[in-house]
């Protein structure tokens, strides 16, 4: 008898997607690679597709892992050498993560199956551990606490302005290329 692996893992990851034709991005619901079998088809999971999940698995966390340190020396450099205060560089990495990640989504398009792997490793995995919302809401609410009400609040509006606009531009700049 065949010995079968079960692998615990979610039925469904969040993709985005460019329509082309319309220039809109849409989040859509995709199944993942190594999405569990349905009852009427057991519960074995295919050797190709537990490659496939580890493969993907092993790119996120080399991606996050890389972006993790990418966004420390990012946010050292610019408070110890250029001088920027700590909220500065948080917003210049989180900026331009999202140009970075625009262009990605831009090249890779609606190509969502051509290199799972490579695609959620650079935009899940890279950006993912590059950027950092979670560091950027409690700065804010620092620079409040500390009475700098007028840097919380240009830390959230020229974020959230700047970060937009570069995120459009890398869009822009991603279909250029892709074509």
Known sequence: MEETTVVPVAL???????????????????PNVAAPPTAD??????????AAAMRTLFAVGLGGAIGSMARYAM?????????????????????SGAFVLGILIGI????????????TG??????????????????????VGAGRVSAGI???VLAVTVGLLAALGGLAIGRALAV
């Not at 088809?41 to 537990?50: D, E, I, T, W």
């Not at 890779?108 to 695609?119: C, I, K, M, Q, S």
């Not at 650079?122 to 620079?143: A, K, N, P, R």
């Open 108 to 119: 890779f398009g609606e190509n969502v199956t051509d290199d799972p792997a490579l695609r």
């Open 75 to 95: 946010g050292s450099f610019l408070g110890r050498r250029v001088g920027w205060d700590y909220w500065l560089g948080t917003m210049a990495v989180n900026i």
């Open 41 to 50: 088809q057991g519960r074995r999971v295919s050797p190709a597709r537990l």
């Open 12 to 30: 469904v990851h969040e993709t985005i997607r460019m329509d082309r034709a319309t220039s809109k991005i849409n989040r859509c619901t995709c």
């Open 122 to 143: 650079l935009t899940v995995g890279l950006l993912g551990g590059f950027t950092t919302f979670s560091t950027w809401m409690v700065e804010s609410v620092e620079l």
């Open 154 to 156: 240009v830390n959230v």
